[in-house]
């Protein structure tokens, strides 16, 4: 460990995530501030779920979450673990639909289904471990596209159209009073916000763990890994299954709150979407999927508002420019060039003080 990792981890916990602590206060104030100063109403029109700009903006705000969480889920196995998915919409499928169903259908309360569903998306997880020691890089690609097209087919198909509603959708899931999306959107607001955050933390505490630097290891030179005597496949296996888990979480917010969950989260589309994000953010940087799934979701919807028919060029522009200009994503791009002007610093006080030490 080097003297600077050493020096970090030795400050106190509040220190090292003051930047996370101002984001979560950030986050719950932001509905009061919006109520007062755009609606003009009093703090208790957040509190009862009063219409107006700041219950919109909250709802919006979920929708960055559910993609942040989707996001981090893609970027644990492609940035850090140098897994290529394209099937990787199927763990957030299999989280919507499973919860949709064991709400709607099964009758099942909300803590029994969401077990029921991390169980389901262990099994989906193991799926895509066992072809693991067969096909590495392109090939493992086509065939988790292959696997995420055959849940599509069964998600759109008549056969299950009781179930999962086929073409139109899943609709009418029954949410919990107490986290109803319509008349307790402060607190599922809330909820929401807690998730992300601890998610973050644990994701946080992976990367940094020896775990997280073996699977660092597997994605720069597997074969190396392979000669110092990590069995890689157990890694991969278990960087599936905590992204399964929380892409089905994903999902599984989703479900709560979206009024009909479509067969388009199966698609190879709403994978690449989890791929732009990270790009967006910077591969292989756990903040920078919350980063990216933010500007996407909020670049996504403002242009459709002010250019309808013109915003999908202008956002395919926008990705051209961000990959020429800022090719490490925006924390990716952030982090280098802040670590080269902490080497600067260190350098131009070493000439000050007339140290020759390098």
């Not at 090939?139 to 056969?159: D, K």
């Not at 994978?271 to 910077?282: E, K, R, S, W």
């Amino acid at each position: 460990m080097s003297l600077v990792d050493l020096a970090t981890t030795r400050k106190p916990w509040i220190v090292r995530h003051r930047l996370l602590l101002l984001g979560v206060l950030a986050a719950v104030l932001f509905p009061f501030v919006i109520a007062i100063v755009v609606d003009g109403a009093p703090i208790s029109a957040v509190w009862e779920n009063a219409d107006g700009n700041a219950k919109f903006l909250q709802g919006l705000a979920i929708e960055v979450v559910v993609l942040a969480l989707y996001a981090m889920s893609y970027d644990l196995v492609l940035g850090v673990s140098g897994l290529l998915s394209f099937g990787h919409a199927m763990f957030f499928a299999v989280g919507a639909y499973s919860l949709g169903i064991l709400l709607k259908s099964a009758g099942l309360g909300l803590v029994p289904s969401l077990l029921i569903v991390m169980g389901i998306a262990v099994l989906v997880a193991l799926l895509f471990a066992v072809v693991l020691p067969r096909v590495k890089g392109i090939g493992f690609a086509l065939v988790t596209l292959g696997l995420a097209s055959v849940t599509g087919i069964i998600i759109s198909s008549s056969e299950f159209k009781d179930y999962t509603g086929a073409d139109v959708g899943l609709q009418g899931v029954p949410s919990p009073d107490w986290l109803n999306p319509t008349d307790q959107r402060f607190r599922f607001y809330l909820v929401s916000m807690g998730v992300l955050v601890l998610v973050y933390l644990l994701y946080q505490r992976l990367v940094d763990s020896p775990t997280g630097k073996v699977l660092v290891a597997v994605r720069d030179n597997e074969d190396r890994a392979l000669m110092l005597g990590y069995s890689t496949f157990w890694y991969k296996t278990f960087a599936l299954i905590v992204a399964s888990m929380t892409a089905a979480l994903a999902g599984s917010l989703h479900t709560l709150y979206q009024p009909i969950v479509t067969p388009e989260v199966a698609g190879l589309g709403f994978t690449v979407a989890a791929l732009l994000m990270i790009l967006i953010g910077g591969v292989g940087t756990v903040s920078g999927a919350i980063v990216g799934a933010a500007v996407f979701r909020l670049t996504e919807f403002y242009l459709d508002r002010w250019f309808e028919g013109l915003s999908n060029l202008l956002i395919g522009a926008g990705y051209i420019l961000l990959v020429l200009f800022l090719p490490y994503g925006i924390v990716g791009t952030w982090r280098t060039r802040s670590n080269r002007i902490g080497e600067g610093r260190s350098r131009l006080a070493r000439l000050l003080s007339g140290s020759k030490g390098e």
